[in-house]
């Protein structure tokens, strides 16, 4: 049953993103959540994401704007080692609080409450009518960057400030997506060495079960990306849009309570 989950959300995810903008990490997060430790889902989310991205980039390197990838990205890279760094630090405390109904009894650690309350906030902004019209001037895409990064390593969320800044670059679509696959890569490529020095470093080893839910999510992402590039069209994700943001609502709850993780 979680091979199954995360291979089918992994496979849907992939496509979208490519060609929605959706984030993979968005959509993957949570069904990891369900199985992992948080701050360990946030690492084998990180790791698809990281493997997705490299063959979208294979596919789209020549379309990205690498004069924006530079100024973007580039400060993106020690704020994605920082925040990646803060959530091992977060995944190794203890419960913050706890509470039960008399027949158990859940609360959730720091690195979950924070996932979780980030999660809450990305899907709230989602959701609001203005959410798609943000735009930031061009002279803070280095801020940006950083703040994405930071945001990347720490939630593993950092498809919505990347578009936010991104959206007045002046990219046709084609560029924006293959600018924003670039980006992502440098995030990655930051973060997802730090999540496992900071993973060697304590009791969080990952099971053999925990090794198949991220090979099963790679190739599945992996065929989703494939499929997108060659077989569909930009597709309308009005619907699409709410019922992630309910799901984000719903997982994001459940790890700031210690329901889940």
């Avoid at 084609?174 to 930051?190: E, K, N, R, W």
């Avoid at 060697?200 to 990306?225: E, K, P, Y």
Wanted: a positive charge; hydrophobic letters at 60%.
């Amino acid at each position: 049953m979680d091979l199954a989950l995360i291979g089918a959300v992994a496979f849907l995810a992939s496509g979208l993103t490519l060609l929605s903008g959706f984030g993979l990490g968005t959509l993957l997060l949570p069904a990891f959540a369900l199985f992992l430790p948080v701050h360990v889902a946030v690492a084998a989310t990180g790791v698809v994401h990281l493997l997705n991205n490299l063959f979208k980039g294979a596919l789209l390197w020549r379309q990205a704007d690498w004069r924006i990838v530079l100024r973007f990205g580039l400060p993106a890279v020690p704020a994605a080692i920082l925040g990646a760094w803060l959530l091992g630090r977060l995944g190794d405390t203890g419960r913050l609080f706890t509470w039960n109904d008399g027949a158990w009894t859940a609360g959730p650690t720091a690195a979950g409450l924070t996932v979780g309350l980030v999660l809450i906030a990305l899907a709230l902004f989602e959701l609001h009518p203005a959410a798609q019209k943000v735009r930031a001037p061009a002279r803070l895409m280095p801020l940006g960057g950083a703040a994405m990064g930071f945001l990347g390593g720490l939630t593993g969320q950092q498809g919505a400030l990347r578009s936010i800044f991104l959206l007045k670059s002046g990219m046709n679509a084609a560029h924006f997506i293959a600018t924003g696959v670039m980006i992502a890569i440098l995030v990655d490529l930051s973060r997802v060495p730090t999540y496992a020095v900071q993973l060697a470093g304590t009791a969080s080893v990952l099971a053999v079960r925990d090794i198949w839910l991220i090979v099963t999510g790679t190739l599945a992402a992996l065929a989703g990306a494939w499929l997108a590039t060659r077989h569909l069209k930009k597709v309308t994700i009005g619907a699409v849009r709410y019922s992630v943001a309910a799901l984000m609502i719903a997982i994001g709850g459940g790890l700031a309570t210690g329901l889940i993780g």
